[in-house]
């Protein structure tokens, strides 16, 4: 399973790739790709309080957004970047999850590339990937607030965003299993007020 770590300054600061990114950008898609259901059979999510989520992010329209926006509606939320390999890989999945969990839960894509939406849009525009909502974390202040130490991590927020589930590493999100999980976490929950 590959999980790529942050450093404590977050993004990578050039285009150029150190040799041991590259490597082990491949490893880990390469597990991905070959292994998928190591993905669906991986670590279980932690459930936890939510984390703060107070941070302001910028919508795909640069307009501010919060994400007690999406109360009152489950949340997947899923931080990534351009530069992740294993995150890149998993986008086509989320997109489909998004498509397969429908009004039920909101799929929100958030990048944390450097570039905000100038990076990321074009990237995921270019892949197809328009159904889950797109968030843009340049400055990394909520995936700090968060404690998002890797990418890509993904945290599922019931709909009244006191509870969590976070997803360490890259998930086959569209596969049966996973949706079913996510619809039972979501289910042992008390409906929103």
Do not use: H
Not at 5 to 14: E, G, I, V
Not at 74 to 93: K, Q, R, S, Y
Not at 146 to 175: C, I
């Amino acid at each position: 399973m590959s999980y790529t770590r942050l450093s404590s300054n977050f993004q990578p600061k050039t285009a150029l790739i150190a040799r041991r990114q590259v490597f082990s950008g491949f490893l880990g898609l390469s597990a991905f790709i070959l292994w998928p259901d190591l993905a669906v059979a991986g670590a279980p999510p932690i459930a936890a309080p939510t984390p703060p989520i107070s941070t302001s992010i910028l919508d795909k329209d640069g307009e501010a957004l919060r994400l007690d926006r999406f109360r009152g509606t489950p949340l997947l939320i899923n931080f990534w970047a351009t530069w992740c390999p294993p995150c890149v890989a998993e986008l086509p999945a989320l997109d489909t999850a998004a498509k397969q969990l429908g009004d039920d839960v909101t799929v929100l894509l958030i990048s944390v590339d450097r570039g905000g939406s100038k990076k990321a849009l074009p990237f995921l525009q270019d892949r197809g990937i328009s159904r889950p909502e797109m968030a843009f974390d340049a400055k990394a202040a909520l995936s700090r607030e968060m404690g998002v130490r890797g990418l890509p991590t993904t945290f599922l927020l019931s709909a009244d965003q006191q509870q969590s589930w976070a997803y360490v590493g890259p998930r086959a999100w569209d596969s049966a299993a996973m949706i079913a999980e996510i619809r039972a976490l979501l289910q042992t929950q008390p409906a929103a007020a």
